[in-house]
């Protein structure tokens, strides 16, 4: 199995940053994308970010320009620097992996979630 541990989330004032930091650990043979989810009240769970192991990225329309997604492979860490925060950014954010473990067996992996609160 995987674990993903995520920390990072708080309340900050719009306009300001945060920096979440997702660490997967396990029975892990390679780990092929992590990515970011986020899940606001009343709404639909929305693909925030996501990256490949080969460093390819993918971001939602509303954060380009404004969140950065990164990982460390070496280290199965996957980063989501939020800047320009704004209250709609406001929500449970969740990290994703699909990798595969040493019994060769993929899946789809996901950690508890972090709250991002904003305030205006």
């Known amino acids: 199995q995987v674990q993903l541990v995520e920390s990072g989330g708080g309340l900050v004032q719009a306009g300001g940053s945060l920096r979440l930091s997702c660490a997967a650990s396990?029975?892990?043979?390679?780990?092929?994308?992590m990515g970011w989810y986020r899940q606001a009240p009343g709404k639909q769970r929305e693909l925030v970010a996501a990256?490949?192991?080969?460093?390819?990225?993918n971001y939602a329309d509303s954060v380009k320009g404004r969140f950065t997604i990164s990982r460390d492979n070496a280290k199965n860490t996957v980063y989501l620097q939020m800047n320009s925060l704004k209250p709609e950014d406001t929500a449970v954010y969740c990290c994703n992996a699909i990798a595969v473990l040493d019994s060769l067996f993929q899946g789809d992996y996901w950690g508890q979630g972090t709250q991002v609160t904003v305030s205006s």
């Open positions: 396990g029975s892990i043979f390679s780990i092929n994308a």
């Open positions: 990256i490949t192991s080969g460093g390819s990225t």
